[in-house]
């Protein structure tokens, strides 16, 4: 059986006011709640919803203390085994692995080469992520890192069927980012990215100029409806159908190892940078006074400066999804709950949670990082510095000609092999710079090391 109470600390009711509460148009105390819309079948239609499922719903209530709601929905039961207390407190935290998820959920991916679309996260991590889940697609797909890019492609004339926004980015959030494209005369459609998904937020965000928006970490059932609705369902059916003969014809092939070793390596570059951000804040906000007492804590010295705020907001924000991109979903959890300390100033708790959160996070990026191998001060054999600049000059052909396509094939079988630290860094530049499409600056990083070596 499942079992939720949902409680509050309102005006309470009477024991008549309680028989009458499911009946339809019922409404209590409609002076107190005149500024409170509503006619009084919210609740009827809940006792309707949870009949059809075979539950109860039920009430206690106490005039001038509060009311406590109980539902029970019967479940299937699988088997006798005892579900075990991790799981049963994920379940009661709604903590869910999302890898195992995405096993479980069926969605058929329509190819759709014939699309374009545009991501815009300030946090490399979403970046990849987000364009990741969209890879499968086949679509033409560019990313930027700021608002000021993304204004910057709409003004050079480029289209896009979708533009995906990040809504909290620094120094010019998503909302702003698009009321500009929309004064530029931009008609197509931008679809906002949120943490921040809550009820009533869909029409703040209609009311901005988006026509849709996802939540983050990004559910692929969202995206796959809106990438079907915005971009598929605008072709004609012959388009559709060229595209699915020439998937049908692709062979798939996945570079699984690859993709995991990128992700790590852009997830601790984005992580330390938040950590250089915050560790730097609490060190010039927060002082460890000496005490007499048992357990020395961290004091507040002062309010943080507006600037201060809206940058630990921006970093323990863009941590948060970051941390459950990658599944990290207990400390994406305190990240969030420091996001809204932030929000809320409550400095007492952010002096608390700051300095074990930030311990956790460089644990996590050291977990996370691809270890040094053995050789990876070692020297390399002629022969695979001849792949070397082999491939790295394809980088800078493909680059020459915007083809990111092929620049990055020829990053990925380059990092197939084992190279000495230094090289490896400099793939990891390359890699940065193609993710944000500057082919001019990974065609100079690629061209400068053939030219060192030779």
């Not at 005892?82 to 998820?101: C, M, P, T, Y």
């Not at 992520?129 to 797909?141: D, S």
Request: proline share 3%; charged share 30%; with cysteine.
């Amino acid at each position: 059986m499942l079992i939720f109470d949902i409680s509050d600390t309102g005006q309470g009711m009477t024991p008549e006011e309680i028989r009458n509460l499911f009946n339809e148009f019922s409404r209590f105390h409609i002076e107190a709640n005149r500024k409170t819309g509503g006619v009084g079948m919210g609740l009827n239609i809940t006792r309707h919803l949870i009949r059809l499922m075979n539950g109860e719903i039920s009430v206690k209530s106490k005039p001038g203390i509060g009311s406590t709601f109980t539902v029970r929905l019967p479940q299937k039961r699988l088997n006798s085994g005892v579900i075990g207390k991790e799981l049963a407190e994920n379940l009661q935290h709604f903590r869910f692995n999302n890898s195992s998820l995405l096993k479980n959920v069926q969605i058929m991916r329509e190819y759709m080469p014939y699309g374009s679309v545009l991501i815009v996260d300030d946090v490399e991590t979403n970046l990849y992520v987000a364009k990741g889940l969209m890879v499968p697609y086949g679509l033409k797909i560019d990313t930027v890192i700021s608002g000021f890019e993304a204004i910057k492609k709409i003004k050079d004339g480029t289209i896009y069927d979708i533009v995906f926004m990040d809504h909290m980015m620094p120094n010019m959030d998503g909302i702003e980012t698009t009321k500009i494209i929309r004064e530029i005369g931009y008609v197509h459609p931008i679809v906002a990215l949120t943490a921040n998904a809550v009820v009533g937020q869909a029409e703040i965000y209609l009311q901005s100029g988006f026509d849709d928006f996802i939540s983050k970490p990004i559910d692929i059932r969202q995206l796959n409806v809106v990438l079907n609705k915005l971009i598929r369902d605008k072709q004609p059916s012959e388009i559709i159908e060229k595209a699915r003969r020439e998937k049908a014809e692709q062979e798939n092939s996945v570079q699984q190892q690859v993709i995991d070793s990128e992700l790590a390596e852009i997830f601790a570059r984005d992580a330390g940078k938040a950590v250089a951000v915050l560790d730097a804040i609490l060190k010039s906000n927060f002082r460890k006074e000496d005490s007499l007492h048992k357990e020395d804590s961290l004091h507040k010295e002062a309010a943080l400066h507006k600037e201060e705020a809206q940058s630990f907001i921006i970093n323990v924000h863009a941590m948060k999804s970051a941390l459950a991109n990658i599944g990290e979903t207990k400390l994406s959890d305190t990240a969030k709950k420091l996001e809204q300390a932030g929000r809320d100033e409550k400095f007492d708790v952010i002096g608390a949670e700051m300095p074990g959160f930030l311990d956790a996070l460089r644990a996590v990026i050291e977990k996370i990082k691809p270890k040094d191998d053995e050789n990876e001060t070692g020297e390399c054999s002629e022969e695979a510095l001849a792949f070397l600049d082999e491939r790295l000059a394809a980088i800078r052909e493909a680059c020459a000609a915007m083809n990111k396509k092929a620049a990055k094939n020829a990053l990925n079988e380059l990092k197939t092999n084992k190279w000495p630290r230094g090289i490896k860094e400099m793939l990891g530049k390359i890699s940065e710079h193609l993710l944000h499409s500057e082919f001019d600056s990974a065609a100079a990083l690629a061209d400068e090391w053939i030219r060192s070596e030779t």
